[in-house]
């Protein structure tokens, strides 16, 4: 996520860059740049909107993750772009009124 050209994130974001981790080395790099990110405010408030949006789109017949419903409902909330290739936000920018960082 991107607000005013500072670089946002959030918990389930930076769990899954770790999880994403090809090595111990790589792991380990991924650590040490954790504190370059702003964390966004969360909460279980946050967390009740991205389960309701999920529940929409379900009975709309679309299936988007659960994170990524999450990752939509901070952006929004935070009023920050979001920066990603992954193509299910492609889909929320549309239906969510979401915004993504050109790239």
Known sequence: ???????CCIGIVLAELLQGAKSEKELNT???FLHVFELLPE????????GEL????KRKGKAVG??????AIL???N???????????DFL???FELKLYDI
Request: overall charge positive.
């Open 1 to 7: 996520m991107v607000d005013n050209d500072i670089v």
């Open 30 to 32: 991924i650590k040490e």
């Open 43 to 50: 909460s279980v408030k946050s967390w009740e909107k991205a």
């Open 54 to 57: 999920s529940y929409t789109l």
């Open 66 to 71: 659960l994170s990524d419903c999450y990752i």
């Open 75 to 77: 952006s929004r909330l």
């Open 79 to 89: 009023n920050v772009k979001l920066l990603t290739l992954d193509k299910h936000f």
């Open 93 to 95: 920018k549309k239906e």
